[in-house]
């Protein structure tokens, strides 16, 4: 695990920050810290978690998790990857605020059975939860007797809710390849975090630009 986390902290300083650094948050859980830190609320499975983010750059914000879990079948004759559960927010917003906006969120969860059905790595979209709250507070403060403005905005706050949603990354379809992927080589973490790294910045520059 030593070489793993060595490589992950090369990388992130090469991408995001000279003083980024994976600390350990519990026994086997470790998160991203930093210089440029600050406050942001991580939405994931139902629950609103205050955490630490590191400034990126502009206004863009990073946080990184990952939880290693040892698989029941490792033994000392074998040397086996662990079952690895890593994520990565985006967010946007200003130092002093911690109601930062979560865009989106990659994971890559690496299960030792095949027992979970979602494609890995996948992608989680946020854009969807702030059209909604806005499209709430719209209904609450403005009070119309139009009849077609009242049914607008009872349809666009029943839009289905894709937090939950799991957008493949890296699914082989046109293969007819499975879209799970095992962490087979400690390569694969660092060089999928590296990818995921470079993509985004490139993403999120050009639209700011635009």
Known sequence: MRKIFNNLNKVGRNYVD??????????????INGENISSAINQKKNENLIIKVLNWFDDIWLYVEIRFVLNNNSSKKKR?????FFTLSVFQGNTSNENKVQLFR???DNYEDLSDKHPQPHWHIYTQR???DTSKSFDEIIVSTDESF????EKDTQIVNIDKFHFAMNGQWSNNNSDVHKVEFESD???WFEGVLNHIKKELEFIKVK
């Open 18 to 31: 000279n003083s980024f650094n994976l600390i350990q948050k519990e026994v086997f859980t470790f998160v």
């Open 106 to 108: 990659a994971e890559w």
């Open 80 to 84: 086996t990857i662990p079952s690895i």
């Open 150 to 153: 009242k049914n607008f905005i």
């Open 189 to 191: 973490l660092t060089n």
């Open 130 to 132: 702030e059209i909604e």
